[in-house]
């Protein structure tokens, strides 16, 4: 039935789409520009057989892990990444696991009925959200199993969202989550089977703290404090809290979520305006003498949680907070705005405490965000290290859900091969 529907009411939304977007966006058109070359490419010939594994942009970083335990498992079977958005293209691109990276077809039947006959694929595997109606329709159609992993379940708004989510979830042969919470409210709305073995990411995290970029400087010892991925929303309150407790800590790390040129010009007359001196990442040489080291390069901001025992995860003052696991990972005790509803694992830390303090401390302003960064350095050094050393021996408890996951479904025979 709503199937049926979704094939009368999308292509007008395309449609609309078209109309609306192509004129006015670069993004959209190069990802049709994209769909167009390499969907036709010569190198995507008939494959025998494949893993086909989706993931919308960013959500990558869930299936990453998965990728490794599939090639350490089954290193003869082609892996082929579909992603929707162009943006996180290069990164797909440079993974040496990958062997095809394509966008995903728009969701009309005959695109996808083309992909599946040319990949032939084993299993669909779909990074935590990204469902489309007929993507699912038609793998159940050419019995290719699908299967959501790292999947957390968050209140819809609107009773139609609900109704949706649990038609999309209906048509899965089988759905990972996160928390024993988002597997009972599954078990409670839908017939599809299900497992709790935990957030593919935290592997991810761990992999990546094995291979290290090198930093061209030492980092000074002291009291740091690290800034990830912050928005002006951001930085105008936590400034004022860095303002308040200047003398508590000796350099805060800031990584703009956006390093552009206005959004750095804007930062930097604001520190200066709170009288903070600076320093560019780009154009550091030696060990930073300033208070505050801006990183204007992206790809660097993983390596220097390490150097930190407290940080502040950005856009959780805006809209939806960005992933804490990063400065969990390296046992950063984690300060936050009032928006994580999104994040299932800032929750789930929020309830874990450590020498009586929550691991992470949701900040309604600059106030609390003041006293938290002043509570924390009271302790002495050699105590906030014991903390660092638990709250990593924490995160790292988490890993292992890519492992467990391929288990189960083989020894379930939820895939062939």
């Known amino acids: 039935m709503m199937t049926n529907v979704y094939r009368s009411l999308f292509p007008i939304f ?9 004129p006015f966006s670069a993004k959209i058109r190069e990802g049709f520009r994209l769909r167009r070359l390499r969907l036709r490419a010569p190198f995507l010939k008939k494959l025998e057989q494949s893993f086909w594994i989706h993931a919308a942009s960013g959500e990558y970083e869930y299936a990453r892990p998965l990728l490794r335990e599939l090639k350490e498992r089954h290193p003869e079977v082609p892996i082929v990444v579909t992603f929707f ?3 996180y293209m290069k990164v797909i691109d440079k993974d040496p696991l990958v062997d095809y990276s394509i966008p995903l077809p728009f969701d009309f039947p005959g695109a996808i009925q083309s992909l599946i006959r040319k990949i032939r694929p084993q299993a669909l595997f779909i990074a935590r959200t990204d469902l489309w ?3 699912l329709s038609q793998c159940r159609r050419f019995s290719v199993p699908r299967i959501l992993f790292s999947y957390h379940h968050s209140r819809s708004r609107s009773w139609w969202s609900s109704f949706i989510r649990m038609q999309l979830l209906s048509e899965l042969s ?7 919470e988002s597997k009972e409210w599954v078990k409670e709305s839908v017939h599809t089977p299900v497992t709790a073995f935990g957030d593919t990411r935290y592997d991810q995290v761990q992999e990546r703290k094995l291979r290290p970029k090198p930093i061209p400087f030492e980092m000074p010892k002291g009291r740091i404090i690290v800034l990830g991925s912050t928005w002006p929303e951001d930085e105008e309150v936590i400034l004022k809290a860095l303002r308040q407790t200047r003398e508590s800590w000796d350099m805060v790390v800031l990584a703009p979520h956006e390093p552009t040129s206005n959004h750095l010009a804007d930062l930097r007359k604001n520190l200066e305006s709170q009288g903070f001196s600076y320093e560019l990442f780009s154009k550091a040489v030696k060990s930073p003498q300033s208070d505050f080291l801006i990183l204007d390069q992206v790809g660097y901001l993983f390596d220097f949680y390490r150097y930190s025992d407290l940080s502040f995860v950005g856009n959780s003052f805006k809209s939806k907070v960005h992933s804490v696991m990063e400065p969990l990972s390296f046992g950063n005790r984690v300060l936050l705005g009032p928006k994580i509803h999104n994040s299932y694992e800032a929750l789930d830390f929020k309830r874990i405490h450590v020498d009586d303090k929550p691991v992470v401390e949701v900040c309604n302003n600059s106030k609390s965000l003041a006293e938290g960064i002043e509570s924390h350095f009271r302790l002495p050094e050699d105590q906030r290290s014991m903390n660092k050393m638990t709250i990593e021996g924490l995160v790292k408890e988490k ?8 288990t189960h479904l083989e020894d379930h025979n939820i895939y062939h091969l």
Do not use: R, W
């Open 399 to 406: 890993s292992g859900a890519s492992k467990s996951l391929l």
């Open 85 to 87: 958005s162009p943006t």
């Open 174 to 180: 089988h759905i990972d989550c996160v928390s024993e």
């Open 14 to 22: 395309f449609l609309l789409f078209l109309m609306l977007g192509i």
């Open 133 to 135: 109606p007929e993507m």
